[in-house]
């Protein structure tokens, strides 16, 4: 077994651990705390993949940024158990039927495919920060440019708006 394999192996396992734990916790912000290590682990995939540049941003953009919002709002909104809602069973019950559809719809899509095709990991070099940022400034430097004048402006704009009238 190789280092690829044991590895991809032991972030599959810690994906998939960290989301059960993810749902089943009882507490939002220890819902949010498995979440950010649910990223870590894709990003562990991203690296495997050969993809750098998804890990970071995945790093930076979801564990990140999207979830000290998320802690955030959670922490702002003070949920206890006291001001929990009632369960509709109703809606547990239709929960329970379209995850059970789900699954059949995966079984199928997978009992349909004939050959397996591994994956080729560290192969190629589409998703590194070099090719990404040559095809960026090279083919692509008019719209980046153009994207860097409208988010300037949109940071002027915003500043502006939230500046306090004397």
Avoid at 12 to 39: G, R
Avoid at 43 to 70: C, E, K, P, T
Avoid at 104 to 125: R, T
Avoid at 149 to 163: E, N, P, R, T
Wanted: hydrophobic fraction near 60%; include cysteine; charged fraction near 10%.
């Amino acid at each position: 077994m190789s280092i690829t394999t044991l590895a991809f192996i032991l972030l599959s396992v810690m994906a998939v651990t960290c989301a059960i734990m993810m749902i089943t916790s009882k507490s939002p912000v220890n819902s949010i705390l498995w979440l950010i290590l649910v990223f870590f682990a894709i990003s562990g995939h991203y690296v495997l993949l050969n993809a750098q540049f998804l890990a970071i941003v995945n790093i930076i953009v979801y564990a990140g940024a999207i979830m000290v919002l998320f802690l955030f709002v959670v922490m702002l909104m003070n949920l206890n158990a006291d001001t929990e809602p009632v369960k509709n069973y109703r809606l547990q019950l239709i929960g329970v039927i379209s995850g059970g559809s789900l699954l059949l719809v995966l079984l199928s899509a997978i009992m349909k495919v004939k050959e397996q095709h591994p994956v080729q990991m560290n192969i190629g070099d589409a998703g590194l920060v070099k090719s990404l940022g040559m095809t960026l400034f090279k083919d692509y430097v008019l719209p980046f440019e153009i994207s860097s004048v409208l988010f300037l402006s949109a940071m002027i704009g915003a500043v502006i708006i939230g500046k306090k009238e004397n």
